[in-house]
Nanobody
Framework: QAQLVESGGGLVQPGGSLRLSCAVV????????MAWYRQAPGNKREEIAR???????TYADPVKGRFTISRDNVENMVYLQLNNLIPEDTAVYYC???????????WGLGTLVTVSS
């Protein structure tokens, strides 16, 4: 049974940075693309970045140029580097497989990022 454990969130000032981590406990991690999602208060969960099994990345427009997704296929980890944060980035961040690729794993608890001065 798959397990996703996100960590690394916190309170940061506008313009600051954070690095989120996701431990992925599945049997076929290295062969699957992965993605980061976020859900702001009152909003739907949205996919913001994805990475293929070989490292090709794509980003949603709101985070393009500021966030970087990466993965470690040995340690079964997915990372999201968040730079130049703005208050609109405040959300709970989750990892999972990208929408439309395969059935989603059960969601983890996510990690809360709060951007505020």
């Amino acid at each position: 049974q798959a397990q996703l454990v996100e960590s690394g969130g916190g309170l940061v000032q506008p313009g600051g940075s954070l690095r989120l981590s996701c431990a992925v406990v599945v049997s076929d991690f290295s062969g699957n693309p992965m993605a980061w999602y976020r859900q702001a208060p009152g909003n739907k969960r949205e996919e913001i970045a994805r990475i293929t099994s070989t490292g090709f990345t794509t980003y949603a427009d709101p985070v393009k140029g500021r966030f970087t997704i990466s993965r470690d296929n040995v340690e079964n980890m997915v990372y999201l580097q968040l730079n130049n944060l703005i208050p609109e980035d405040t959300a709970v961040y989750y990892c999972n497989v990208p929408y439309g690729v395969r059935p989603l794993y059960a969601w983890g608890l996510g990690t809360l990022v709060t951007v505020s001065s």
